[in-house]
């Protein structure tokens, strides 16, 4: 099977997370970045069909030069190669600009099964998977907590609040995982010496097809006005029992509609 995985570099959920002040777009600069959690199942899920099946396993990341770094961290756990996709005029895209961009990217590798994670931990919208199949004409099947494939046919367990759905279609499709799939492994000594020397091929809009206006801040459908810093948290209500200490309780609570 021919497998392509989007990875992508957030900012570190574990550490403090700003906003530029000039575009009010993520500040990457300076947050400590890594490769999306939600990502990790979907390149071991890519591994084990692999394992499986055979075939090749491709990395495709979009995001600015430093992006090279999650890309490395992803070879390091066993794919064969990477595609980076890199354009000053992609900075600011918004999630239509970047599906526009990941999908003209995928067409360039013909793969029978796109896999990505479920959601990204900085923008959480669950959206990517959805556009992308939409775009490419392939077949959509999202939040899978389990993936089989036999015989061309995928058959996927898709969770829900209530349990899951059984959904299958024929490949090529774009398949999203939740963390109940698998449990990634750790890259080690050697995996990490290889990623070195694993071939990573950088694309810009040109050999793309794509103008600067589809993409980045020209081409965003949605822009942010203006952000401010959430608030200092606030000591809470204080109540000393003097005597009607459960009448000032319970007021309390019903003034904040807990009873």
């Known amino acids: 099977m021919n497998i392509v995985v989007l990875v992508k570099q957030v900012p570190d959920s574990g550490s403090e997370r700003r906003l530029r002040d000039d575009d ?4 990457r600069e300076s947050a400590s970045n890594i490769i999306n959690e939600m990502d990790e199942y979907a390149i071991e899920e890519a591994l084990r069909l692999r394992e499986a099946y055979g075939g090749e396993v491709t990395i495709l990341t979009m995001g600015p030069a430093r992006s090279v770094e999650s890309i490395r961290k992803a070879l390091s ?10 354009d000053d005029a992609l900075a600011g895209s918004c999630a239509l600009g970047t599906s ?5 990217a995928i067409r360039t590798l013909s793969p029978d099964l796109v896999l990505a994670g ?29 993936l089989t494939v036999q015989d061309g046919t995928l058959t996927v367990e898709r969770q829900t609040e209530e ?15 939740w963390d109940t799939i698998n449990e990634p492994r750790y890259p080690n000594f050697k995996g990490i010496m290889e990623a070195k020397k694993k071939p990573v091929t950088t694309l810009g809009l040109a050999e793309l097809g794509l103008a600067a206006g589809e993409v980045g801040s020209a081409g965003a459908t949605s822009t942010v006005l203006a952000a401010r810093n959430r608030p200092e948290r606030q000591g809470g209500t204080k109540i000393t029992d003097e005597g009607a200490g ?11 509609k807990f009873v």
């Open 24 to 27: 009010y777009t993520v500040d």
């Open 77 to 86: 756990m066993g794919p064969d190669k990477a595609v980076h996709v890199q």
């Open 100 to 104: 526009r961009a990941l999908a003209a």
């Open 118 to 146: 479920a959601e990204s931990t900085d923008g959480r919208v669950q959206a990517m998977p959805h556009m992308l199949a939409e775009r490419l004409g392939f077949a959509a099947l999202t939040g899978a907590r389990k």
């Open 163 to 177: 349990g899951y759905e059984v959904v299958t279609a024929a490949t090529p499709a774009v398949v999203s995982v």
């Open 246 to 256: 459960g009448t000032k309780l319970v007021e309390f609570l019903a003034s904040e």
